[in-house]
């Protein structure tokens, strides 16, 4: 208020500036008059005070799971608990809880969201995402060659091979249908293929092989690779979560282990921000939409327990 009432300009323009809704203001102005600060600090929400309020053993619960993984960020964590039956309590609750506590996790690496891809698929298999990345080992060189599925973000299949010739991209991605089961449906059935123009992508090897198999090709734009962005963010994930955390790989054979079992991780056990926190196993298989509805009924179970027991507590202090 006091920014407003100094200023030069008029209320109108003032709140204008600010974003601030100029009836807003006047009743902040009314109520303050009224009250006073005083007022204020005796507005502040105490623990139980409200309907809304966490439970203690709620929010217990959340600092114990947030200290036994230190490293989650507080969206991940809501959902984690939510779906082992912890506490059902909202994002912006257990970020609260963190920051009362100091448990906010410093790591802030990348926004998985930023390049997530602006091509919209309403089912799996629809469109498919390849790529390729390096990947840093002892003494040689590995690849990581990726095929995505763009509607649930599974990894459909990934090979780590010390070449990227042209030979790999196909044997990828004849073994990714292979696992689909897509080879035997009928073409109009088969996915869409995303890459970027990388070398052996354009080859007339590649482009004649999924000719061969009635698969449409479409390549991003030079210097646009956001309708690729999908399959980049899972091998930043990949090198950020998994790769760059550890020691370089002392071997290929090494790396590759590591690697496939990040990747079961991934497909079927660390929720995922772009698909509403559920596993992209989960999404792909069309188990999701239960999953996303139980966990809602449950939370709104859980918010409507933590209303009876506040005002039961707070009949007894009355």
Not at 42 to 54: D, M
Not at 107 to 132: L, R, T
Not at 146 to 168: A, F, N, Q
Request: charged share 30%.
């Amino acid at each position: 208020m006091d920014i407003i009432e100094e200023t030069d300009c008029t209320i109108k323009k003032t709140c204008e500036v600010l974003q601030l809704n100029p009836d807003r203001y006047y009743r902040w102005r009314s109520w303050f008059n009224a009250n006073g600060i005083k007022g204020l600090e005796n507005n502040k929400s105490k623990p139980g005070s409200c309907p809304h309020s966490l439970l203690a053993e709620e929010r217990q619960k959340i600092i114990e799971y947030a200290l036994d993984n230190p490293d989650t960020r507080h969206r991940k964590l809501a959902y984690e608990m939510q779906n082992k039956d912890i506490v059902y309590v909202s994002p912006s609750s257990v970020y609260r809880v963190l920051k009362e506590n100091d448990l906010i996790p410093s790591q802030e690496y990348h926004q998985e969201e930023s390049a997530d891809g602006k091509i919209e698929v309403q089912e799996p298999n629809q469109m498919w995402h390849i790529d390729i990345t390096y990947i840093p080992v002892a003494n040689d060189h590995a690849y990581l060659i990726s095929v995505l599925d763009g509607y649930s973000r599974c990894i459909i299949h990934s090979k780590l091979s010390l070449t990227m010739t042209t030979e790999d991209i196909k044997e990828v991605m004849s073994r990714a249908l292979f696992k689909a089961d897509l080879f035997e449906v009928p073409e109009d059935e088969r996915p869409t293929l995303i890459s970027d123009n990388g070398t052996q992508l354009v080859s007339n090897g590649f482009q004649e092989f999924l000719s061969g198999l009635d698969i449409e090709h479409i390549r991003t734009a030079v210097r646009h690779p956001e309708s690729n962005g999908k399959i980049e963010v899972f091998h930043k994930t990949i090198k950020h979560e998994n790769v760059y955390i550890k020691e370089k790989y002392q071997s290929f054979y090494e790396a590759r282990d590591d690697i496939e079992e990040f990747i079961e991780t991934y497909n079927h056990t660390r929720l995922h921000q772009g698909i509403e926190f559920v596993t992209p196993h989960q999404k792909y298989t069309g188990k999701a939409e239960e999953i996303i509805e139980n966990r809602k009924e449950s939370h709104q179970d859980a918010i409507e327990r933590r209303k009876r027991l506040n005002r039961s507590e707070k009949s007894r202090a009355a």
